[in-house]
T-cell receptor, first 107, second 115 residues
């Protein structure tokens, strides 16, 4: 897996956009970027993944830089239920989890 | 998204007994399934990878004779913790890879407490 670097924690006000950065400068050309989140005491939840182009689904948007060395997960209107640990992973095979970013959405 | 189930969701057992955890992919066929373990305030650690019809591949430091994995069908994998001890108490999470969507989906986890 390509090494990924994420901030340890972030806060976001409820209703505002949450922008979670991830650096993956050693990513290879065929490695996707995956985002998962884990709400306390639950299994990880798949959010989104992408290779080169920006992606959007009902949960979030993923912006990948042109050089693919970093990406940003955007939750457009964060709610209290979005409080979780968010993991950015660039796997070459199975998923390996780092420490992730603890996002806390504040009322 | 795709659904992966686990059973049981929690289990309490006595030291020395064996515990079986089931993982099912409900709406897709998974040729590859994975088992993770998570201790409090730590990240998920991959224990093993199982491919349908073949032996599981265990990560370094995971005892294959203690954590028996069977991937008997494209929708079912089981993890058996044999002769469980208190240090095996943990949150066990399975995941299944959807080969069409190229995405891993996770189960809700099984919390094991060994007394």
């Amino acid at each position: 897996d390509a090494k990924t670097t994420q901030p340890t924690s972030m806060d976001c006000a409820e209703g505002r956009a949450a922008n979670l950065p991830c650096n993956h400068s050693t990513i290879s050309g065929n490695e996707y970027v995956y985002w998962y989140r884990q709400i306390h005491s639950q299994g990880p939840q798949y959010i989104i993944h992408g290779l080169k182009n920006n992606e959007t689904n009902e949960m979030a948007s993923l912006i990948i830089t042109e050089d693919r060395k970093s990406s940003t997960l955007i939750l457009p209107h964060a709610t209290l239920r979005d409080t979780a640990v968010y993991y950015c992973i660039a796997p070459s095979g199975q998923l390996t989890f780092g420490s992730g970013t603890q996002l806390t959405v504040l009322p | 998204g795709a659904v992966v189930s686990q059973h049981p969701s929690w289990v309490i057992c006595k030291s020395g007994t064996s515990v079986k955890i089931e993982c099912r992919s409900l709406d897709f066929q998974a040729t590859t399934m994975f088992w993770y373990r998570q201790f409090p305030k730590q990240s998920l650690m991959l224990m093993a990878t199982s491919n349908e019809g073949s032996k599981a591949t265990y990560e370094q430091g995971v005892e294959k004779d203690k954590f028996l994995i069977n991937h008997a069908s494209l929708t079912l994998s089981t993890l058996t913790v044999t002769s469980a001890h208190p240090e095996d108490s943990s949150f066990y999470i399975c995941s299944a890879r959807d080969p069409i969507l190229e995405t891993q989906y996770f189960g809700p986890g099984t919390r094991l407490l060994v007394l």
